[in-house]
Nanobody, 118 residues
Framework: HLQLVESGGGLVQPGVSLRLACAASGFTLDYYHIAWFRQAPGKEREAIVCIGSSGSSTYYADSVKGRFTISRDNAKNTVYLQMNSLKPEDTAVYYC???????????WGKGTLVTVSS
């Protein structure tokens, strides 16, 4: 069964850090680009970070640049999102997406909720 599973979400106070993980099963992430999206209550889903299949290229949305870091461990078939200096506006469900540009193949996880509140 092919799937992505996100983990690591939770309720935290502003200013702290969280690390999300996106683990793949049933397929290898080696050849996939990986993106993290998030969807805040009442808002559209937005892409916030992306890492290329080789890990050498990354993209960060302005809203998270300097605070979030994406990394991948292909040996563990897992991608991580390190989130520092969390703000209340980071509250959202975070989704992992694995995709191949040339074929259009992509997989989504079911999301993990991050709530930043004092």
């Amino acid at each position: 069964h092919l799937q992505l599973v996100e983990s690591g979400g939770g309720l935290v106070q502003p200013g702290v850090s969280l690390r999300l993980a996106c683990a793949a099963s049933g397929f290898t992430l080696d050849y996939y680009h990986i993106a993290w999206f998030r969807q805040a209550p009442g808002k559209e889903r937005e892409a916030i970070v992306c890492i290329g299949s080789s890990g050498s290229s990354t993209y960060y949305a302005d809203s998270v640049k300097g605070r979030f870091t994406i990394s991948r461990d292909n040996a563990k078939n897992t991608v991580y999102l390190q989130m520092n200096s969390l703000k209340p506006e980071d509250t959202a469900v975070y989704y992992c997406n694995a995709f191949v540009i040339t074929t259009g193949v992509n997989y989504w996880g079911k999301g993990t909720l991050v709530t930043v509140s004092s």
